[in-house]
């Protein structure tokens, strides 16, 4: 079977499309992509130093049923390791964790208004909340 030509490439297509596929295979070009990953990750660590430099804390106004969830969920006693567990159920018990860690800080110093807890919330705890809504 001759090479493909450029004439040969359907509609919709591009030689730029058959090297991203045939890079997917190439364990060179995925090892290089990693270390690109892993050199985005320090400049996005080093931009969060500068973010919670200057953020700190959020003030944000919560509804008191998910405030009250939030603070229950601190108050829960969960001493049992969790053991082997698949990567879904990791991020759905560290969103868990987060959410106690907020009932922490709603216990110690949100401010009851009516229906709302107003709470200066770590940007971080902020941040995973926002994440988690996605």
């Given at each position: 079977?001759?090479?493909?030509?450029?004439?040969?490439?359907?509609?919709?297509?591009?030689?730029?499309?058959?090297?991203?596929?045939?890079?997917?295979?190439?364990?060179?070009?995925?090892?290089?992509?990693?270390?690109?990953?892993?050199?985005?990750?320090?400049?996005?660590?080093?931009i969060g130093k500068h973010?919670?430099?200057?953020?700190?804390?959020?003030?944000?106004?919560?509804?008191r049923a998910v405030a009250?969830?939030?603070?229950?969920?601190?108050g829960r006693d969960e001493?049992?390791?969790?053991?082997?567990?698949?990567?879904?159920?990791?991020?759905?018990?560290?969103?868990?964790?987060?959410?106690?860690?907020?009932?922490?800080?709603?216990?110690?110093?949100?401010?009851?208004?009516?229906?709302?807890?107003?709470?200066?919330?770590?940007?971080?705890?902020?941040?995973?909340?926002?994440?988690?809504?996605?």
């Amino acid at each position: 079977m001759p090479p493909k030509t450029s004439g040969d490439i359907p509609a919709g297509e591009s030689a730029e499309t058959d090297a991203a596929a045939l890079s997917s295979l190439d364990p060179v070009a995925d090892q290089e992509r990693y270390v690109r990953y892993r050199e985005d990750s320090t400049v996005l660590a080093a931009i969060g130093k500068h973010v919670a430099a200057q953020a700190g804390r959020i003030t944000v106004r919560l509804p008191r049923a998910v405030a009250e969830a939030a603070v229950e969920a601190w108050g829960r006693d969960e001493l049992d390791s969790p053991g082997e567990e698949t990567h879904e159920q990791y991020v759905l018990r560290d969103q868990a964790a987060e959410l106690a860690l907020i009932g922490l800080a709603i216990s110690e110093r949100g401010r009851w208004e009516g229906d709302e807890v107003v709470i200066d919330l770590d940007i971080d705890s902020a941040g995973a909340a926002s994440r988690a809504s996605r």
